[in-house]
């Protein structure tokens, strides 16, 4: 069977010729014979009909291709390549898939959607960049990308060539290629150029774009834009551009033809008139130039939206606001212009019609419009428009114009203005994209009009197709060279491929004596016309092949282009290449008082791309600046930029020069095409015109392309890919694994024995056309074959286990029923059985309980009987003991009552006499307080005063001992400070070990600082103690004056029970006497009470012992009165109380001992025994007090720590300078000089001792003067107490004095002193006030009542209970000072030992090495967590923190230690009160951070100091005082918290630099991880299958090498990812934190892979749904045992569902499922993702019904709003959530690694 037969076979698809659908597909009914006349076809139609055959079978019809092969991106592939194969592929593609963009070879075909598609976004640029063209759907962007790719690799020019006819998207296409370029090759400069390139494009299509019958917006002009590049490291930066046009369509400024517009921007400025009033515009239906089509608005387009867009691109692109100005009014001149009527003119006195002359009105509004607006003379542009000026020989002679004349001048000056504005605006642009800068290389996009036919073309349309001619040309010179290198490259042997060759076309129109050559010939005639231009033609060019006449008339001529034949009218030729315009009225607009008019009408034509290649620089105006030796090029530039009249080129010779040039250009360049279809005439969406079709691609060489690829060998597979494929063909043993190549040559040997019909080549296998199908063919048949015996065994195998299936059941069912009555049988005897043994104990059951009913009611009865007998005898005896009970308490009632009536009678008899008698003893005292005696006692208050007074004399002298004792110790210090000097002359001999020593020292040094610093603090709580230690002190007196008080007080009571009440009374005034009322009076009332109770205990024991000895009478027997009865019953309050005292300590003694001791001689000794007892407790605690007030000496410390301070920053200095001179060798000078400066410090101390002596010496005497015994004077004479007095004073003032001198502790004492002055006179006063009250009260005491001594009782208690809760107060704090002095004279005395220790140490240092390892830091006792630092060292801490943390570094220390250093360096600014200090901290430390960010730094820096931030930031929180930050914290962090500064704003500025940091932390991995994901992804297959487009040619790489070698690429993305999580772990990054990144990194993951399984539709299959589900399994399997949480893997969702879409089943039955499979994926990835799916030989077709439902169903989905997009936004990502996180980090266990280098700037506190 040859292959045409097998190929032809019943049900093959081939192609028929059809009248309006061009070709229609149909179905062999029978098998193709060789030699038969016939083949019986079945068209789509359902027609049948039979294809008449040549008997060698030469007009078989074209097949189909493969089903495999269908919708592929590039058509070269097709294995038959022919004229309906690439019209189905790109149907398919553009109507069922919706996929604008196929590749054909070089080319990039490009149809018009007529419709808004996302596929220019910024994500689909980010998917293209770095893709190699033919790794992902073709696009522009791909061809883009191809070309920087190279101008990169090769440093070359490249030019992007953009045709195609009008409406068919040319301008679009250059504009996204445009806007690729400035994308990816964004500027360095500041100008922003890519900018400015894309501001461009509006500016160009409102000046050359207009509305059409083809095309709402087709340009009117060629455009070919160069973008310049620079090399900058080898990375190409757009650096400017320029852009150069072609032949701008003139005519159409003052013609339209129906249903088109004039250029845009004159319906924008209409549309925009109010903003410019000045221009008196109206609506464009008002103009004569904008009238004429009928159709002056676009449908969806804004015209005034359109103008500002407009004006604010000219902004961009450097236009002035003056010169946008002048060209709106150049534009409104032209309209106006436009609306000049010419009338008739008739003769001078008739009616009469002069036809040779015209007439415009002088006041003509538009006339004198149009002079305004260009500031030109309107007559004279009146005149020159109604005359004519002809030169003759010596004169010139004017000539009236008629109206057709007038109109034609009119029109050409309008056309010719348009133009030259037209060309200053292209000059501006290019001086504005052109920095001057020099350039590297270029990239040109020629926007250029395709091959246009009408039914009437003139010259425009002739210049059109003349310059797709020579394009085509170099197009196919250039696929020519393409296929040679690809057959050289592989080094198989080729023949000449014979293709269309159109150089005879050109040569009909350029050559000599061709078209353009007679033409200009005949415009240089004088008498010149159409006609016989049109007859010339006739005559010289009907030798050309190419050349036809017409069968009738002169008028038009044929050219046979490559695409067709065109029919040119020659109406209107000449004209159009004169171009003319009356030379006078250029004169009046040059004129023109308009700069920018006047600048405009004198430039002159150039040909900018000429010209460009040819010189240096060019500005405006034509005028050219070449370099000096090239003279011969600047005439020949000379003499085309400023021609003669004579010599003045025509438009066609111009024209031609250009094209010329452009030509040379892009031959020079690698040019990449693309080619815009048009699908339809109606601008339908998605709508298919095959016909029209068709025509353009036969025009635009695409077809051409296909016919020169099919001449070779059009189908070439990668022998990987043909292994894959078709080794199922090959027979096992002709399969050899190790040699792939020769596997693929024994199947293509096997199947195709014509060695012409493929080549082997270094890589590919190349095949001719149809031969990839002829093996799809048997492939089928194959696999079809295989399939049958494999479903033949299979559904044995299915038949078989589903009879051994039956019959084991059958069986099972046999069995279960024989053994199911087997077990009812033993059941029912097992029944029976049962029921005789239930029955025989059911019986039973029944008489027992029969039994034990009776026994149980019987026993019921009986008890019941019992019961209520006993209850009747209780009730009786009950009833009996009641009635006794009531008679006794009945009794009893009457005999309280009788008694009590007694005792209150006996009460007030009582109370009676006492006050009778208290009365008489008030009297007595009244008197006594009025004699000379008590005036004494009153005045003893002053003695207290005197002695507190001579106390304080006594401390001060204590002061001046400990000073004359710190003297002493200065000379000793001076000893140490020798001693340090003698040990640093040493050091001199051995400068090897001088480092060490200097590190040790330093050690030292710092120790000394923080202890100072330590000290100091001590110091300043010392000295807010003090003064609560006087208060202390004062208590401590008044409580041993009222302890004295007491223990007389109880001695007077006791004498007081033996004597009479005459003794009672004088014991009375002798308390009151003996009270120091000066001291203690205010604790007067409260003894009153305690004495009372005292006094009625006393008497009831001594009338108990009287009884006992017969001694006791009626008399003596005391009864409590009322008052006293309530005293006794009130609680004890306050363990310091007299009562409380007494009590503990003597009465268990007396009543113990009262047998034995029955007098009252007795008591009065145990009182004085107790008596005694309480002095000696008095004497202790004034020793205590003493040794107490010896000890705090906190003047001699604060000398002391000052004095050592400065000893020490000396020593400092003078170390540092012995330092300095070591290092310059001049360190004897330097001991020299210290060691003088030493002695002359010790002479100086020496006199400051001996002054001070003096000093002290004085003062001893003076105070010497003021002995305790020579106050004794004071109660014997007032005089003399006066005279103490002053003398005390002015001892005071010379105290203060000497406080002063000594230092300012002794002035807070002063002012303590005289606090305490005011605090005795207030008491004095208070006193005063209570004496009054006393005596008030003893006055009134007769007549008081009970209830008033009730109250004055309760007033006592409650002032009483006030005094005890002040004084346990105080005594409280006494007890807290009393220990923190206790702590803080133990931390001084350590700190003492431990600068002798350390003075010591340095003296007996040795020369050995290691002597630093004996000295140790110690650890403070008391750490405040602060790090002192100075604001001049910040920068350098900042520096050194960064520098210093390498990632070897951080690893060993706590996670964020520098944040930690950070805070407790705002925490030292906190506790200094220094809000600069820490403004500028956290300033420096965010700017650091931001510098660090900016720049390139490595992923572990970033995480370093992501994970400081965050501490940081915690830390800010949790010491900041916010309430909800701060519950967790200890008591010690409380006390930590920052007391001075609100940081809430830099918690803000902080949170953004966190977020910022995470943010250039996960795009620098993202960097990282790009490369790895779509090969680990999508083309990570296990048995190593690569998805590749099948044939592609060089344009994809082997995607599954990898520089790890055989590693999977899963495997590498995993471990990737599995360094990066170590590295959070190392550097202690929070596992909330790093979830989120890597929630980041696997978004980005997805994004990257679904945005390119989206642009490769040649992958879209199963079997990658398959490979995608392995793949996202394993990632999904590290996640898990990473322990994170399910939020992490969220972002692979959609990944995740559309691996399970490419494996579901896509019929109409499924649509909902699919719907619900796909709740992450918009409408858009699902239809995009189900139209590229590519279906396997057996799938079902998917229909365009089933595309339909499942649209409308995802449409109707309930889903959040979603992007419309396909692609996913990779540069999207998360927010960062920061959240508080608590630390129980000590502050103050943080301690500074030597290796950070800190030492020197940061001091513990």
């Not at 009909?508 to 231009?533: A, F, K, N």
């Not at 690829?709 to 894959?724: E, I, N, T, V």
């Not at 005497?1261 to 002015?1290: C, I, K, W, Y």
Request: aromatic residues 8%; charged residues 25%.
């Amino acid at each position: 069977m040859s292959s045409e037969e097998m190929l032809y076979a019943k049900g093959a698809k081939i192609w028929i010729p059809h009248a309006e659908l061009v070709w229609e597909s149909a179905t062999l009914e029978e098998s193709y014979r060789k030699g038969a006349g016939f083949l019986k076809i079945q068209t789509e139609s359902g027609r049948l009909q039979e294809w008449k055959l040549k008997p060698d079978g030469s007009n078989l019809p074209p097949l189909r291709n493969p089903a495999i092969l269908v919708g592929q991106n590039d058509l070269t592939t097709l294995s038959y390549l022919h004229e309906p194969g690439v019209l189905y592929n790109l149907r398919v593609r553009f109507c069922e898939r919706q996929i604008i963009y196929t590749y054909c070879g070089i080319i990039l075909v490009a149809i018009n959607p007529y419709a808004d598609l996302p596929l220019y976004g910024p994500n689909i640029i980010r998917a293209y960049r770095g893709h190699a063209m033919g790794e992902l759907e073709p696009h522009i962007f791909a061809l883009a990308e191809e070309a920087y790719n190279k101008l990169e690799r090769e440093n070359c020019n490249l030019s992007i060539i953009v045709s195609g006819e009008s409406g068919a998207g040319k301008t679009v296409s250059a504009k996204y290629a445009m806007r690729y370029f400035a994308a990816v090759g964004g500027s360095e400069s500041e100008t922003q150029v890519e900018r400015k390139v894309l501001a461009s494009s509006p500016i160009m299509e409102a000046f050359g774009n207009a509305k059409t019958t083809r095309n709402d917006n087709s340009s009117r002009f060629g455009k070919f834009t160069k973008l310049l590049f620079k090399n900058n490291m080898g990375v190409m930066y757009l650096q400017g551009a320029t852009m150069h046009t072609y032949l701008l369509e003139k005519s159409r400024v003052v013609y339209q033809a129906q249903g088109e517009r004039n250029y845009h921007i004159f319906y924008q400025l209409c549309a925009a008139r109010a903003k410019y009033p000045e221009l008196v515009l109206d609506h464009q239906d008002k103009y004569e130039f904008l009238n004429m089509g009928g159709a002056s608005d676009i449908e969806r387009v804004s015209d005034a939206d359109q103008f500002n867009d407009t004006v604010q691109a000219m902004t961009v692109l450097g236009f002035s606001i003056q010169q946008i100005a002048d060209i709106v009014k150049i534009l409104a001149g032209i309209l106006h212009l436009g609306n000049i009527e010419v009338c008739k003119k008739y003769k001078d006195g008739s009616d009469e019609e002069d036809t040779d002359s015209c007439e415009i009105f002088q006041n003509n509004m538009h006339l004198q419009v149009t002079g305004d607006l260009l500031k030109i003379n309107p007559d004279e542009l009146r005149r020159w428009l109604l005359m004519r000026k002809i030169e003759s020989v010596n004169e010139y002679v004017l000539i009236p114009n008629n109206i057709e004349m007038a109109q034609a001048a009119r029109d050409a000056l309008a056309k010719h203005i348009y133009a030259k504005l037209f060309q200053y605006i292209v000059n501006v642009l290019n001086k504005s994209l052109n920095n001057g800068s020099k350039q590297c290389s270029f990239i040109g996009v020629l926007d250029i009009y395709g091959f246009e036919t009408f039914e009437v073309n003139s010259f425009e349309q002739f210049c059109i197709n003349y310059a797709n001619e020579k394009l085509q040309q170099q197009f196919n010179q250039h696929v020519f060279k393409l296929e040679q290198e690809e057959y050289l490259k592989e080094g198989i042997t080729w023949t000449m491929i014979d293709f269309y060759d159109n150089q005879p076309c050109i040569d009909l129109i350029e050559s000599r004596l061709g078209v353009l050559d007679l033409l200009d010939e005949e415009c240089r005639m004088p008498r010149g016309s159409d006609d016989s231009w049109a007859g010339k033609l006739i005559e010289k060019c009907a030798k050309f092949p190419h050349f036809e006449k017409p069968r009738f008339g002169t008028t038009s001529f044929f050219i046979k282009h490559f695409s067709d034949t065109v029919e040119y009218d020659v109406n209107g030729f000449l004209e159009k290449n004169r171009d003319t315009v009356s030379k006078e009225l250029t004169n009046v607009l040059a004129q023109s008082n308009m700069s920018l008019c006047k600048q405009v009408m004198v430039l002159e034509d150039v040909d900018t791309l000429c010209t460009d290649a040819n010189k240096n620089t060019t500005t405006l105006g034509g005028r050219v600046v070449i370099s000096a030796n090239r003279k011969q090029q600047l005439n020949e530039t000379r003499r085309r930029v400023v021609p003669s009249k004579q010599h003045k080129k025509t438009v066609g010779s111009q024209f031609q020069e250009s094209l010329a040039s452009l030509i040379s250009t892009l031959h020079a360049t690698t040019p990449h095409y693309v080619r815009c279809i048009k699908p339809n005439d109606d601008k339908i969406a998605f709508k298919w015109e095959t016909a029209k079709i068709i025509q353009q691609l036969r025009a635009c060489g695409v077809l051409e392309t296909v016919r020169i690829s099919a001449a070779g060998f059009p189908s070439r597979w990668l022998y990987l890919d043909f292994y894959m494929r078709y080794q199922l063909l090959a027979h096992r043993a002709q399969i050899d694994k190790n040699d792939m190549n020769q596997s693929c040559r024994n199947i293509v040997l096997k199947w195709i024995p014509d060695q012409d019909k493929y080549r082997f080549g270094n890589t590919q296998i190349f095949f001719r056309a149809g031969q990839v199908a002829f093996l799809e063919q048997v492939r089928a048949n194959l696999r079809k074959k295989y399939i049958t015996i494999v479903q033949s065994v299979v559904r044995r195998f299915i038949h078989r286990r589903r009879y051994v299936r039956l019959q084991g059941v059958i069986s099972g069912i046999q069995c279960h029923a024989r053994g199911y009555l087997a077990r009812m049988r033993v059941q029912k005897m097992r029944e029976a059985r049962a029921a005789l043994i239930l029955s025989k104990y059911a019986k039973g059951w029944l008489c027992r309980r029969r039994y034990l009913r009776l026994r149980h009611s019987v026993a019921g009865i009986q008890q019941y009987a019992r019961g209520m007998l006993a209850r009747n005898k209780f009730y009786a005896m009950r009833d009996h003991y009641r009635a006794v009970q009531i008679q006794r308490f009945v009794r009893g009632v009457l005999a309280r009552r009788a008694y009590q009536k007694r005792r209150r009678d006996i009460i007030i008899c009582q109370a009676a006499v006492r006050r009778f008698l208290a009365r008489r003893k008030f009297r007595g005292m009244k008197k006594e307080a009025k004699t000379i005696m008590h005036m004494e006692k009153k005045y003893m208050g002053l003695e207290n005063k005197i002695i507190s007074m001579q106390q304080r004399i006594d401390e001060l002298n204590r002061d001046n001992s400990n000073l004359k004792h710190k003297t002493s110790e200065i000379s000793v210090l001076k000893m140490k400070l020798e001693m340090k000097k003698n040990l640093e002359l040493e050091f001199k001999n051995i400068k090897a070990a001088c480092l060490d020593k200097d590190k040790l020292i330093e050690a030292l040094n710092k120790q000394l600082e923080s202890e100072r610093d330590e000290k100091m603090q001590l110091l300043e709580e010392n000295g807010h103690t003090q003064e609560e230690w006087q208060q202390q002190k004062q208590i401590w007196c008044q409580e041993n004056v009222e302890l004295r008080q007491q223990v007389d007080s109880m001695i007077e009571m006791a004498k007081s029970v033996q004597s009479t009440q005459r003794i009672q009374e004088e014991h009375l005034l002798t308390a009151i006497d003996n009270k120091e009322l000066n001291e203690a009076y205010q604790r007067a009332i409260k003894d009153k009470e305690v004495i009372e109770n005292e006094n009625y205990m006393l008497k009831e024991e001594l009338s108990r012992l009287g009884q006992q000895n017969g001694l006791s009478s009626f008399g003596m027997h005391h009864v409590r009165s009322v008052s006293n009865a309530s005293s006794q019953n009130e609680d004890d309050v306050g363990y310091a109380s007299a009562r409380n005292t007494l009590d503990i300590n003597r009465q268990p003694d007396l009543i113990n001992k009262s047998d034995s001791f029955l007098d009252s001689t007795s008591i009065v000794v145990k009182l004085r025994s107790i008596l005694e007892e309480e002095k000696q407790k008095h004497r202790s605690l004034l020793e205590q007090y003493v040794k107490l007030a010896s000890r705090n000496k906190p003047t001699e410390d604060s000398f002391r720590v000052s004095e050592l301070e400065v000893e020490n920053e000396k020593l400092r200095s003078d170390y540092d300078q012995l330092r300095t001179s070591i290092k310059h060798g001049v360190e004897i000078n330097e001991l020299n000089a210290q060691h003088a400066a030493l002695q002359e410090e010790v002479r100086r101390r020496r006199e400051e001792c001996i002054q001070l002596k003096a000093v002290l010496l004085q003062q001893n005497q003076t105070l010497r003067s003021f002995e305790p015994e020579s106050l004794q004077l004071r109660g014997n004479d007032a005089s003399n107490m006066q005279e103490v007095m002053e003398a005390f004073h002015s001892q005071k003032l010379v105290n203060r004095q000497l406080e002063s001198e000594l230092k300012a502790i002794t002035e807070e004492h002063n002012s303590k002193l005289i606090e305490m002055t005011q605090a005795i006179e207030r008491l004095g006063q208070e006193k005063d006030e209570m004496q009054e009250v006393l005596f008030k009260s003893v006055d009134e005491y007769e007549q008081a009542d009970v209830e008033t001594l009730k109250q004055n009782d309760r007033y006592l208690r409650l002032e009483l209970k006030k005094a005890i809760t002040q004084y346990l107060l105080v005594l409280e704090e006494l007890k807290l000072a009393n220990a923190k002095l206790k702590a803080y004279r133990q931390d001084g005395g350590k700190l003492e030992h431990k600068i002798e220790e350390e003075m010591t140490r340095n003296k007996v240092a040795s020369s050995s090495s290691d002597v630093g390892a004996n000295v140790t830091k110690q650890k403070s006792q008391n750490p405040l967590g602060l790090m002192k630092f100075h604001n001049s060292d910040l920068d350098k801490i900042l520096q050194r923190l960064l520098s210093s943390l390498t990632p070897r570094t951080v690893v060993g220390l706590l996670p964020g230690f520098p944040a930690y250093l950070i805070f407790m360096c705002i925490r030292y600014t906190d506790l200094t009160n220094a809000d600069e200090d820490v403004r500028e901290l956290l300033s420096k430390f965010v700017l650091q951070i931001k510098k660090m960010h900016r720049t390139p730094h490595p992923i572990e820096n970033r995480v370093i100091w992501l994970v400081n931030s965050i501490t940081l930031l915690n830390l800010l929180k949790q010491y900041g005082d916010v309430e909800e930050y701060v519950k967790f914290n200890t008591e010690k962090q409380n006390q930590q918290q920052l007391k001075n500064f609100n940081l809430y704003e830099y918690r803000r500025v902080i949170l953004d630099l966190i977020v910022n940091l995470y943010q250039a932390l996960v795009m620098q991995i993202q960097g990282l991880l790009d490369p790895k994901i779509v090969p680990a992804i999508l083309n990570n297959d296990e048995i190593q299958r690569t998805r590749h487009a099948h044939g592609m040619r060089n344009r994809s790489s082997d995607v599954n090498s990898s520089p790890e070698g055989n590693v999977p690429a899963w495997k590498q993305l995993i471990g990737q990812l599995e360094h990066f999580y170590k590295q959070f772990q190392h550097f202690g990054l929070d596992p909330i934190y790093a979830e989120q990144i890597f929630n980041q990194l696997l978004y980005f993951v997805c994004a990257v892979a679904l945005n390119c399984l989206m642009l490769r539709g040649d992958i879209c299959m199963w079997e990658t749904g398959m490979i995608i589900r392995y793949n996202l399994g394993c990632i999904e399997d590290w996640v898990r045992d990473k322990k994170m949480s399910n939020e992490v893997l969220m972002p692979l969702a959609p990944l995740n569902q559309v691996s399970q879409l490419l494996q579901s089943r896509k019929s109409e039955e499924d649509v909902q499922t699919i719907c619900d499979l796909c709740t992450s994926l918009n409408t858009a990835q699902v239809l995009k993702v189900m139209k590229s799916y590519k279906l396997d030989d057996y799938e079902s077709e998917i229909t365009n019904v089933f595309l339909e439902k499942l649209t409308s169903k995802l449409n109707a989905r309930q889903m959040p709003k979603m992007s419309d997009e396909f692609t996913m936004d990779q540069n999207f990502i998360h927010p960062f959530k920061v959240m508080f996180k608590y630390s129980d980090i000590k502050l103050e266990d943080i301690e500074l690694p030597p290796h950070l280098n800190l030492d020197e700037f940061l001091t513990k506190i």
